[in-house]
Structures are given as structure tokens and as C-alpha cells.
């Protein structure tokens, strides 16, 4: 809090140097002037580094402090992609120097300071980027500002090395430092720096976690969000009833990363071009623990209570597996053939308890069904167990994204019913020119409410546990029986 204190007192000295410009396109960073765009509704700031590029030397090391510059810097472009191999309609990059982040405030001067809502993108600790996210709904309609991060990827940010300091938690420390710059900067841009709310989707939620478990990130966020990606998050390891969760003991990670590319040492995997590099990607998307950045395995901090005491709301989407079971499995599943399934999944002594529970529709294809049970086993009571752990020390506020019918924009194979897959929220919190209804953008507009009204106050205005959001349905909802949160503890 002192730090947050000291920072807002050092930049208050700039709010002048911003609002003396004839229309706010100009604003005095702690490393030098940037000019944005202003509109008649909002300005946009991109392109903006809070730390030096992480390239030679700084190749897997922490964040370093970015330089100053003269003049005045041009922010009107967003954002680059971080080097990353192509994934659901995200295009691939090269660009290794890549730590910089976007702001968007409200065009008119604020009254007094305004909340700050800081952005990680998902994207499996491998893809995705700032830029994917238009913030100009959550800024303007809320009065906010809103800043979206990128952070280095896959092999370039969880590559672990036997002996290399922050091994598998480099994505993790460039958040950091793209917080640290939120504090020294908000007031700037006309944001408060006591009153920064950190939230993510899918990686990014699994990201606010890693945050709200890392003791140096204390002071830098007073709230969060977690969006589909609770702690406790697991996926089918391969063997028949075994699950694996996210996180990585550094350990395993530095043996992981001994002889990639053939390589005997750092000083050769630090000349490997980017494009080499990304031939072994996605074999790092593993955040590491018992690091500085990261102490402990973040499911352990939050069963035992060590984890930042700030309002937290958590939530997920009614229908999370869709998304990825026809990736898994891109042809239908006949119905005769899932009961094999399952025991490939949950293990030949529970596949009976699984099918009883979610028996097969009749439409020729199981692939639905198995979503379901995945959903839950996977996400859902996951998410159920985030907020019954978080809810012991902190206020805690759930959602539940329902809208069956939200529109798919991307490219995805053929599915009976994608419904509301994993990350079709998104759509209504960002600008990302999906085609919603009348009844859609309803409930996009109060949704931006709502995460607003958090952000100001640690509270979206929900009396219930657990709020359900579709069109024309925004209710409470008994999520623990809706999942069969009590069925899965019992067997798995």
C-alpha cells in the first residue's frame, strides 16, 4: 500500500503535463512522452515497453527496466504479437522483443482518479497477446482504465534450465513488471493506483492466480479476476483415470529444458534464432513453481490461505470442454464406442458411474457428452473449489457464463453444439465484432457493468453465490449440483 501511495504522489506532478496538452494525446510516462489517439469518446495508447526487450543476454532472464527515450514517443500503433506459433485463429510471430503493453482511458479528463483494470490474455501459456483484446467497451462505459499486457511465451517464457535463475516463471515476472509500471504510471493517464484490479481469461486467469499466490506481488493490485482458469485447473494426463494440474516443480521444468536443440549449454540456446526456437514451443506451458517469482505450487496456497486477501471474483462458462473435445477428437464419437472412451478418460472402474451420469442423447455422436463430464471433472468444480478455498480469507464473488447460443468466431471443426464453449464470454466483455443480438448486447452491457462495478468497489452486484448469465436470464444458480461437483470428489 505504501508503495501504491508513494507512486500516485510521484506522478501527480505529470496529470498537468497531460491535461495541458490540447487534447490529451500526449501523456509523460516515467520514461518519456507518448502520444496516442484521442477520439471523441476515447484515447488509446499502444506500443507503450515496461521493460527492456528480452533478447541476447536478457534472452530467459527477468525483466530488465526499460530505457528512457527522448522525444516523444509514437503509442498510436498497438502493441506487437509475442513470438508464438499459430493457434485458433491467432497468427504466428517471430517478434521476441515484444514486452509492451496498450492503455485506453475515456477521452474527458477524470474528476477524480479512476479505476485501473489490468488485462492478461489467455492462450495456453503459448499464444495470444495484448492486442487481441479491443478494451474500449470496459474503458468508456465504466470510466476506467483499462491496460493489456503482453508477457513472453511458451519456450521464450516458461523455459526452465538447470542452474538458470527464475527458470519456468519468466512470463510470470514480465506481468509483474507490467504491474510495477501500471503503479508508477496510472495517475498519468488519469487512473488510481490504489485501486488496480489484475483479471485474465483461461491462461490469464491461471496467471491472476500465480499472482494472487506470489508474495512479490504485494501491492500491486487491491482485486482480481479469475475467468476460466481456476488453481486447481486439470487435464487427462494419458493414462486411463489420472489428471495432471498446470503447475510444474522447477526442477522438472530445468530437466525438461537440459539439451533442447541439442544444445550443451545457455550460451548456445541464447544464439538459436526465434524460428529454431519455436520448433519446441509448446513444450513449455508449464508456469514453474519454487521460484522467487513463484514460492509454491499455487493449488497449495490456496488450500492453506497463503495467497493475497483482496476481493476476488471467479468464474467459468457453462460449457468450457466444447471448445477443446473436437480438437481432441475430430470425428464423431458413436455412441456404441463411448463407454471406451470414458474408460480411456476416468479409468475402467469409473466408467460406468460416468456414463450413468451422462448418458448419451441419442444424436449419433457421444462427443457432447463426453464435453459435459470433462466441463465438470475438469473446470467446473475446480472452479467451485477456488472459490469455497478463496472464500475462507477474502470476499469472494462467482459467475457462471451461459449463453447457449454464443456466436463462434473463429474457425473450429464440426461439433453437435458448441454452446458456451471456453472463452465465448470474451465477446461480451471485448470489442471483437462478434454478431450478438439485441438480447446479447444486453447482457454484454451488463456484464461490462459488472466487472466494472467490481473494479471500483470488490463487489459486481450479485446477491447470489453464484450468478448465471445468458440472454433475457441473468439469475442465480446452484452451480456445486448443476456440475455434479459432489459426484466427481467421490470418485476422482
Not at 168 to 192: H, I, P, S, Y
Not at 244 to 266: H, I, M, N, P, Y
Not at 292 to 308: C, D, E, F, S, W
Request: hydrophobic share 40%.
Amino acid at each position: 500500500m505504501l508503495t501504491a501511495v508513494i507512486a500516485a504522489a510521484m506522478t501527480f506532478s505529470v496529470v498537468g503535463v497531460a491535461a495541458a496538452d490540447d487534447n490529451g494525446s500526449v501523456v509523460r510516462t516515467d520514461n518519456g512522452l507518448v502520444s496516442g489517439t484521442v477520439t471523441g469518446t476515447y484515447r488509446s495508447f499502444g506500443n507503450i515497453p515496461f521493460a527492456a526487450a528480452p533478447v541476447g543476454e536478457n534472452r530467459w532472464r527477468d525483466p530488465q527496466p526499460a530505457p528512457a527515450w527522448q522525444g516523444v514517443r509514437d503509442a498510436t500503433k498497438p502493441a506487437p504479437i509475442c513470438a508464438q506459433t499459430p493457434q485458433l485463429g491467432q497468427p504466428p510471430s517471430q517478434t521476441e522483443d515484444c514486452l509492451y503493453l496498450n492503455v485506453v482511458t475515456p477521452a474527458k479528463n477524470p474528476h477524480k482518479p479512476r479505476p485501473v483494470m489490468v488485462w492478461i490474455h489467455g492462450g495456453g501459456f503459448t499464444a495470444g497477446s495484448a492486442t487481441a483484446y479491443d478494451a474500449r467497451w470496459l474503458a468508456t462505459k465504466n470510466d476506467a482504465v483499462v491496460v493489456t499486457v503482453n508477457y513472453r511465451l511458451g519456450v521464450f517464457g516458461f523455459f526452465g534450465y538447470p542452474g538458470l535463475a527464475g527458470s519456468g516463471a519468466f512470463g510470470l515476472a514480465d506481468q509483474q513488471a507490467a504491474m510495477k509500471w501500471v503503479q508508477r504510471n496510472a495517475r498519468a493517464f488519469g487512473g488510481d493506483a490504489r485501486n488496480v484490479t489484475v483479471f485474465g481469461e483461461s491462461a490469464g486467469g491461471l496467471s491472476v492466480c500465480a499472482q494472487l499466490a506470489s508474495p512479490k506481488a504485494a501491492g500491486l493490485f487491491a482485486k482480481a479476476i479469475i475467468q476460466s482458469g481456476p488453481c486447481g485447473l486439470t487435464f487427462p494426463s494419458g493414462a486411463p483415470g489420472e489428471f495432471s494440474g498446470v503447475w510444474r516443480a522447477r526442477a522438472d521444468v530445468e530437466k525438461q529444458g537440459a539439451g533442447t536443440l541439442g544444445c550443451a549449454d545457455l550460451a548456445c540456446l541464447r544464439a538459436q534464432p526465434v524460428d529454431k526456437l519455436l520448433t519446441v514451443h509448446d513444450q513449455f506451458n508449464w508456469p514453474a513453481y519454487d521460484t522467487a517469482v513463484l514460492p509454491i505450487n499455487p493449488v497449495v496456497a490456496q488450500k492453506t490461505g497463503r495467497m493475497h486477501h483482496v476481493p476476488t471474483m471467479v468464474g467459468s462458462t457453462h460449457d468450457e470442454a466444447t471448445l477443446f473435445v473436437p480438437l481432441l477428437y475430430p470425428q464423431p464419437i458413436p455412441e456404441s464406442g463411448y463407454r471406451d472412451v470414458l474408460a480411456q478418460l476416468y479409468g475402467e472402474r469409473n466408467a460406468d458411474k460416468v456414463l450413468a451420469r451422462y448418458p448419451v442423447n441419442g444424436n449419433y455422436d457421444a462427443r457432447d457428452e463426453m464435453a459435459a463430464s470433462l466441463t465438470d471433472k475438469t473446470w467446473a468444480c475446480a472452479t467451485q473449489v477456488a472459490r469455497k478455498e478463496l472464500g475462507r480469507h477474502q470476499r469472494v464473488s462467482g459467475y457462471e457464463f451461459a449463453d447457449q447460443d454464443a456466436p463462434v468466431i473463429f474457425p473450429l471443426p464440426p461439433f453437435p453444439d458448441y454452446k458456451a464453449f471456453h472463452a465465448s464470454e470474451l465477446m461480451f466483455l471485448f470489442d471483437m465484432n462478434a454478431p450478438l443480438d439485441a438480447k446479447q448486447r444486453e447482457l454484454s452491457d451488463y456484464m461490462i457493468a459488472a466487472w466494472g462495478r467490481f473494479a471500483r468497489t470488490g463487489d459486481p452486484g450479485w446477491r447470489s453465490e453464484v450468478q448465471s448469465l445468458a440472454p433475457g436470464a441473468i439469475k442465480g444458480t446452484d452451480f456445486a449440483r448443476d456440475h455434479q461437483c459432489g459426484f466427481w470428489s467421490s470418485i476422482l
